[in-house]
């Protein structure tokens, strides 16, 4: 698939920002059937003859040229390549890439990445308190939810935040951290509670947070300048609350290495005797370079406190158990242009990869106006909402009870949707983060909307955009071009043996070698007793290779052979054998008896297959000057010389 996209392409070279004129687009060229239009013609030549093109073209040379594409697409069409199944799919695929970067909203999506570039400018030291709820939550659940976040909010004004914490909490380490999150950064946690967090000033505390994991109160103890990326190794020993006496010699251990490593003990060495973290242990006790937020909150603490390369911080506990910690190297945070790849795949996999289609959406509503008949959800409210409103959407009961509504939905341009399309939709794209049955209506049938809007923007993109439509059109006639010449010349110049051995007959003086050539076998042998029995199957088989490599047994290799065209110098044995050349001969160390077994071809091929690549290059020539040929005598091109004028030289 790439050595096609590539040959599509090296038809033109990008040239940004080319723009033709629509009112005035006269036909400049037909090709058979085709009629080929001024516009099209003129921004291919542009393309072709850019600045940063070696081999520009004059105008003529590109008409010619261009004449040729065309008849080569139009004879693809008559032999039916462009209706299809692969053709269309291909084609498909191409431009719905293609119209990705027009069904979207750039400057949103890019504003979402530099906000997050803007958070990595600042850690945040956060704790929170985390009330749980379920995707499948009732709306009684969800309000309960609420006012309890809202209780916790409201007991934080006079009782401190771990006390509060612990009493509200859902957070499963709030009992050992009081719901101190520690520090954070970019992509640390969830877009909510992120976002939510960096607008917060230190010491505020923010309202309840909603996310796809519950609701958060989130406070801010601090902020400070992003402290970079840091690379460490450590040494690690396990704790465990049930064993005393295996805790107090860990301690006493880890005291003794300390002192070890003050003494001057190299840290990797010590890491491989004695960490038990095997994983880092084996390199030394080295771990992947971090950022803030990506260990514990107390481990981070010891390791971003070490200043100097080579600090080693005394031995620690954490809730795993104790560390000791070496500073191996500090990394700034890097410049916005460095980062932003990086950023660009992150935000890939959280919901801010939607913001500029979520963006484009909002333009494509304002420009067209579609009209949502409200009235017409209540046949879905009815549904969820009845028995308190534990009837959740999407799932088998619902799609069976929905399965005859028909009412209209949606009015966009001119056309009605219905339920029954809503219906269809919903059975396809199921997946929500909303959580209540009602909003999940909502939601699905925003969505709905979305796609109908983006799916009508889509089929107007040619229409719209001149390049969008010229870079789809040459995509259709490259692959064509690709197709048709697979079939008439590529394929066939490897498949049509008579025509090959032919011409190969025709033209044999072409392919005279420089050197003598031996076509056949070299075979190898461990001693001599094998090498008297491989030489006796040479003369009384033919072919002998298989006999003679079944002379290894059970893995012991006794023999090898080597198959092919060896011009003189490229094998020693056949050097020696053959052209009696012994100039600095020595036997293989171990397989010092050999023989051969073949022909001396001097310089001149014996058949095709000895010159296979030259001699298929050259027949790929002559059949592409035969299509060529054959194409201008079966469609008649006629090029309007005055049109032709109109273009200026480049």
Known sequence: MKTKVLLILSFSVVLSGFVFAQKNDPVLMTVGKDKVQLSEFEYLY???????????????????????????????????????????????????????QYLTDDAAQQAVVREAYNFMKEDLDVSHILIALSPQATPADTLAAYKKALAARTALKTEPFDSVAKRFSDDKMVQQNGGHFGWLTAFSTIYPFEKAAYALKAGEISQPVRSQVGYHIIKVNARRPDVGEIH???????????????????????????????????????????????????????????????????????????????DISKPFQTAYGL????????????????????????????????????????????????????????????????EGGMNYPLDTTFFKKV?????????????????????????????????????????????????????????????KYPDFKNLVREYHDGILLFDISNSEVWERSQTDTTGLVQFFAKNKDKYIWEKPHFKGTVVYCKDLEIYQRA???????????????ALNKEGVQVVRIERGLFAQGDNKEVDKQVFNNLENYEPDAQFPYSFVVGKNLGTIPEEYTDVRGQVTADYQDVLQAQWEKNLRVKYPVAVDEKVLKMIKEN
Do not use: C
């Open 46 to 100: 542009n393309k072709n003859n850019a600045g940063n093109v070696a081999d520009k073209k004059t105008l003529s040379e590109y008409v010619d040229m261009f004449e040729l594409f065309k008849l080569k697409v139009a004879d693809a069409k008559a032999h039916g390549i462009d209706t299809t199944l692969a053709f269309r799919t291909e084609l498909k695929q191409y431009r719905d890439q293609l119209a990705q």
């Open 232 to 310: 460490i190794a450590h040494i690690f020993k396990t704790f465990d609350k049930n064993d005393l006496v295996k805790n107090q010699g860990n301690e006493k251990l880890m005291d003794s290495i300390y002192n070890r490593l003050l003494a001057g003990d190299a840290f990797g060495v010590l890491a491989v005797n004695f960490s038990d973290d095997k994983a880092s242990g084996q390199n030394g006790g080295e771990l992947q370079p971090f950022h803030t937020g990506q260990m514990m909150p107390e481990f981070e603490q010891q390791a971003f406190a070490l200043q100097k390369i080579g």
């Open 323 to 386: 560390h000791i910690i070496k500073l191996l190297g500090k990394k700034p945070l890097g410049s916005f242009e460095e980062l932003k790849p990086q950023i660009e795949r992150q935000i890939q996999r959280d919901e801010r990869s939607q913001a500029g289609k979520n963006a484009f959406i909002a333009k494509l509503k304002a420009q067209y106006k579609p009209v949502v008949l409200s009235e017409n959800l209540a046949d879905y409210y009815t549904f969820v909402n009845t």
């Open 403 to 463: 399965e005859n509504f028909n009412k209209p939905i949606l009015k966009l341009n001119g056309k009605t949707y219905t339920q029954r399309d809503l219906n269809n939709f919903m059975r396809v794209y199921y997946m929500t983060r909303k959580t209540l049955p009602q909003d999940i209506i909502v939601d699905k049938v925003s969505e709905f909307e979305g796609r109908k809007l983006i799916e009508l923007e889509d089929v107007q993109l040619e229409n």
């Open 535 to 549: 030489l006796k199957i040479s003369q009384e088989i033919q072919p002998f290779e298989k006999e003679v490599i």
